[in-house]
């Protein structure tokens, strides 16, 4: 398998501007979570699903962040407008059962200026 | 509400045996995990321990003492390549996901 897979692996972009992350998940895997990652915060779940469903969404900062998951294979994290303080590492990862063992993507590095 | 607690920093020679420690307070337990995270790169998966006791796993050891909300992550005959962060986590309760402390970088020195 190949694993997690994400997109972009860097993005830069200025501020105001609309960014889109890209997630794959492994197949078969029925949970999927999306994770930012700071030097401050450390790793914070913004978001997850279980079977396409978002099921708890209280991590993500504010309504600039949106989250969807159209299938079992594609998920996508939004934020728009982006500012400055959202630059950090975004991970999504895949989990076979919801608590067990997660899987995680190489990330998408986010630099907003 | 949950929390974790791990040192911020250690640092260890090659070769030596390290012990990076973990307590945690959660209202309904299910589990531990340890995270090994390299600079730059996303978090592996280490270990589980839902039961008492130490759990062996080549040079890595994982313990756990779920009375005391207490766990450690052992590893011996250190090597440079073990230079990282370890994430201590534990699912959420009565949720699907897992909740991280903010990890343990270890550097390994000559």
């Known amino acids: 398998d190949a694993g997690v897979i994400q997109s972009p692996r860097h993005e830069v972009t200025e501020m105001g501007q609309e960014v889109t992350l890209r997630c794959k998940p492994i197949s078969g895997h029925n949970s999927l979570f999306w994770y930012r990652q700071t030097m401050m915060r450390g790793l914070e779940l913004l978001i997850y699903?279980?079977?396409?469903?978002?099921?708890?969404d209280s991590g993500m900062p504010e309504d600039r962040f949106s989250a969807k998951m159209p299938n079992a294979s594609f998920s996508t994290l939004k934020i728009q407008p982006s500012e400055p303080r959202d630059s950090a590492v975004y991970f999504c990862a895949s989990s076979l059962a919801g608590a067990g063992e997660q899987y995680f993507g190489p990330g998408t590095r986010l630099t907003v200026t | 509400g949950q929390n974790i607690d791990q040192p911020t920093e250690m640092t260890a020679t090659e070769g030596a045996i390290v012990q990076i420690n973990c307590t945690y307070q959660?209202?309904?337990?299910?589990?531990l995990f340890w995270y090994q995270q390299h600079a730059g790169e996303a978090p592996t998966f280490l270990s589980y321990n839902v039961l008492d006791g130490l759990e062996e796993k080549g040079r890595f050891s994982s313990f756990l003492s779920r009375s005391k909300g207490y766990s450690y992550l052992l590893l011996k005959e250190l090597q440079m390549k073990d230079s990282a962060s370890y994430l201590c986590?534990?699912?959420?309760?009565?949720?699907?996901?897992?909740?991280f402390g903010t990890g343990t970088r270890l550097t390994v020195i000559p």
């Open positions: 699903f279980n079977n396409n469903v978002p099921i708890d």
């Open positions: 986590a534990t699912p959420q309760t009565g949720a699907n996901n897992l909740f």
């Open positions: 959660t209202s309904g337990f299910n589990g």
